[in-house]
């Protein structure tokens, strides 16, 4: 009999979270944002900030965070791979954020750009950088969130970080 009533609970909760899932999955909308540096799409579920050099976003329930800030460098990097320079970018990023230790370093997170992904966690709280770089161009984007949430967002968080495009120079029209 108890297994006949978890089962029936079982089946009920798996359509619930179906119909949950559509239904607020229809109500979430993309929206663009563009900067003088890159360029993201998120969804709705995130609010926006403009800053200077970049951009933060809110996640409305849980407060968790997106930083997405651009660095342009000297002229001189402009041919520098980004391996030459990940440990002093990573050192700087380390050094604004104490308290926070290096648990994994995780694969590129992009293959249009040169690019790291660290994971990163302090007490209760995770944190994921990815760094891309076009030319002279340095783009670091920062999500945190308390770890019993980071997994769930996660997904929401990947959409954003793999529609990130860097902008450099200028696009010339042959004709």
């Known amino acids: 009999m108890n297994k006949k009533i978890w089962l029936i609970f079982s089946v009920v909760l798996v359509f619930l979270t179906f119909v949950i899932v559509i239904f607020f999955h229809k109500n979430i909308q993309t929206k663009e944002v563009v900067t003088e540096d890159f360029q993201f799409t998120y969804d709705t579920t995130w609010k926006i900030k403009k800053g200077e050099r970049g951009v933060t976003l809110q996640h409305k329930k849980t407060k968790s965070k997106i930083n997405i800030q651009s660095l342009v460098l000297d002229s001189q990097y402009i041919d520098v791979d980004l391996d030459s320079i990940i440990q002093d970018i990573t050192y700087g990023i380390e050094e604004q954020n104490e308290g926070y230790e290096l648990i994994n370093t995780l694969e590129a997170p992009s293959d249009i ?5 660290y994971l990163y966690e302090k007490d209760m709280e995770q944190a994921l950088v990815n760094v891309y770089k076009k030319d002279n161009k340095v783009v670091i984007a920062y999500f945190s969130a308390d770890s019993e949430v980071f997994d769930i967002l996660l997904d929401s968080v990947d959409e954003i970080f793999r529609s ?12």
């Open 113 to 117: 750009y040169d690019s790291y992904s």
């Open 164 to 175: 990130i495009e860097l902008k450099v120079g200028e696009e010339i029209e042959l004709t």
